[in-house]
């Protein structure tokens, strides 16, 4: 058996114990469905200028800032569907395997995948909000509209739910992440650089409170050798369904 099918083995065994885990989600797993990561193989987001995702520029140039948003977030992502990482957490989550998911990705796939508990740490394209009475519509009835979407009851601006840069972390998403991360007994890091903070401080709350924690990417980041206890290099559309297939198994071959 080769190493990475041992470790898979193990972290199995683990997870089939665990009374709670957690996985922690970037970009790189959104990866195979087709939206590139920041880091990693694709380019598309040097293309664009970040400054239409700060938050004051897009109140002083809305429709600049709102022509690029659409581009990217509402058109060049349309038609993306999870992938078997996805897949795969959400058929954890209904075995009572994984108990939650908190991502930093905007992209709604782990709710199209069938995931539940999902905490939404940097927010969702899949919503817009008035800036003005906080009201909140689902992004596919208003983006067919006009250029410049507004409020149905205030006539105020309508943004992504999603942070722009200059803008706090979620409060309610912020809460239940710490909180899960300091209670999970099995914590998964799952295709994520830990370049973007405060979301790369989660972890080491895991960790600290004595989780297990197991890395899954296709290069060494941040955490692995700070604070990773397995890290399975590969990618995650394959890594999740071989350790899954090595729970299936323990399962069967339980008493
Ligand atoms: P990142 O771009 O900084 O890093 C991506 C990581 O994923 C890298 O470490 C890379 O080695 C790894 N990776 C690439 N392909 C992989 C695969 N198939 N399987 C496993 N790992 C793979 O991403 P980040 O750490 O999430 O930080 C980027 C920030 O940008 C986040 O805040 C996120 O909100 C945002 N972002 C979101 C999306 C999205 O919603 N899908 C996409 C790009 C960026
Ligand atoms: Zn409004």
Redesign the pocket.
């Known amino acids: 058996m080769t190493s990475i099918h041992l470790q898979a083995k193990e972290i199995a065994e683990i997870v089939i114990k665990s009374s709670y885990s957690i996985a922690f989600t970037?970009?790189?797993?959104?990866?195979?469905s087709g939206?590139p990561?920041?880091?990693?193989e694709g380019g598309i987001w040097s293309r664009y200028n970040p400054e239409v995702l700060e938050i004051d520029y897009f109140f002083r140039q809305p429709m600049k800032s709102w022509t690029v948003i659409k581009e990217i977030f509402y058109n060049f992502f349309v038609d993306v569907k999870p992938n078997a990482g996805h897949k795969i957490l959400s058929k954890w989550e209904n075995e009572g395997m994984l108990d939650a998911i908190i991502t930093?990705?905007?992209?709604n796939l782990h709710q199209m995948a069938g995931s539940c508990e999902v905490y939404e740490f940097?927010g969702t394209t899949s919503r817009l909000i008035c800036t003005d009475c906080n009201k909140t519509f689902s992004s596919e009835s208003i983006l067919s509209e006009k250029m410049l979407p507004t409020c149905t009851d205030c006539n105020g601006l309508l943004k992504p739910d999603f942070i722009f840069f200059g803008e706090g972390i979620p409060l309610k998403a912020y809460q239940q992440s710490i909180d899960a991360a300091r209670k999970c007994k099995v914590f998964f890091i799952?295709?994520?650089?830990?370049?973007?903070s405060p979301?790369n401080q989660i972890p080491a709350l895991a960790k600290e409170s004595g989780a297990v924690i197991i890395e899954?990417?296709?290069?060494t980041?941040f955490y692995t050798n700070r604070i990773s206890d397995y890290f399975l290099q590969g990618?995650?559309?394959e890594i999740l369904p071989l350790i899954d297939h090595y729970i299936q198994l323990n399962k069967v071959n339980r008493p």
């Open positions: 970037g970009a790189g797993i959104s990866a195979e939206i990561p920041f880091l990693g930093q990705n905007i992209d940097h799952i295709g994520t650089s830990g370049e973007v979301a899954i990417n296709k290069e980041s990618s995650a559309g």
